[in-house]
């Protein structure tokens, strides 16, 4: 069995790291890359999929060419995804290398759905193949919430929402066929009605005010007894962003976010005892 390594002085130093008279210190590139010189490398293979989404919007902006602002929140540089449309090779993802290839010959995988979704598609086909549960439940849970989102909104504007879901499991297909409330999901998908529960929101930021507490209480969840594995690492990160995403829509909200996030990480780490009285004569 591969020995699976837990860091304990890195949980415990992360509101430190958090704090600069009470507000954020270091931003989510930042934290990337100090965790990328503190962590093993195939952990920190598993940090960068949690920004894989930004290195698919930049390369789709690059690919058609839209006045936007590169993300330097993604893995890849602007060079480099420059350099990969010219002629992809193996330094890029398989599902990158495959819709680069498909799109300067003209080839759609699933030309019902829009080339932003269809990226979307490929990407989740790939995070199938990753070996690490707490990332695959995670990804599992992104996309059923926007897909039900997604469905939701089509049914509020009564338009159809099969051309606007992403892949093919449980949840899209109780979408599909169902009229019902819930889509018929309760049992394959029982935080649907925490979903439907935001959705009584006022305003958009009312429902996704409510869709981050309920990934945030998830990643709480998931973490609840690997507190200084790698996966409290991942959920550190995530909610990092939460917490970064608040600020900026927000001051009231961000600095409720943070809080939550610094009083997680105050709360509910205990060193081992052989590593307790280290810790305290570090510190």
Not at 8 to 35: N, T
Not at 218 to 247: C, H, K, P
């Amino acid at each position: 069995m591969m020995f699976k390594p837990n860091y304990y002085y890195l949980v415990a130093g992360l509101p430190d790291l958090l704090l600069d008279e009470g507000r954020v210190k270091i931003s989510l590139p930042e934290m990337k890359a100090f965790f990328a010189d503190h962590v093993q490398s195939e952990d920190n293979n598993l940090i960068t999929m949690l920004f894989r989404k930004y290195d698919n919007k930049n390369l789709m902006n690059l690919l058609l060419k839209n006045d936007e602002k590169f993300d330097d929140r993604g893995n890849y540089t602007f060079d480099f995804l420059e350099e990969q449309i010219k002629e992809p090779d193996a330094r890029v993802l398989p599902y990158l290398m495959q819709f680069i290839n498909n799109f300067k010959q003209g080839i759609r995988e699933f030309p019902d759905i829009s080339l932003e979704n269809e990226l979307e598609t490929l990407f989740y086909q790939y995070l199938l193949t990753l070996d690490n549960p707490f990332l695959k439940s995670w990804f599992d849970l992104k996309l059923n919430i926007a897909n039900v989102a997604a469905a939701l909104n089509c049914r509020e504007h009564k338009m159809p929402s099969e051309n606007e879901l992403i892949g093919d499991n449980a949840v899209v297909q109780g979408i599909i066929r169902s009229n019902a409330r819930d889509f018929g999901l309760m049992q394959d998908f029982p935080e649907i009605e925490k979903i439907l529960h935001a959705w009584e929101g006022e305003t958009m930021l009312d429902r996704e005010k409510s869709l981050d507490l309920m990934r945030w209480q998830w990643i709480d969840d998931a973490t609840f007894f690997n507190y200084f594995s790698i996966e409290r690492i991942l959920g550190f990160l995530l909610q990092l962003e939460m917490v970064e995403r608040w600020m900026l829509l927000g001051d009231q909200e961000g600095e409720e976010m943070f809080r939550k996030l610094l009083n997680t990480l105050v709360d509910n780490y205990e060193l081992p005892d052989e590593f307790r009285l280290q810790y305290v004569t570090r510190k």
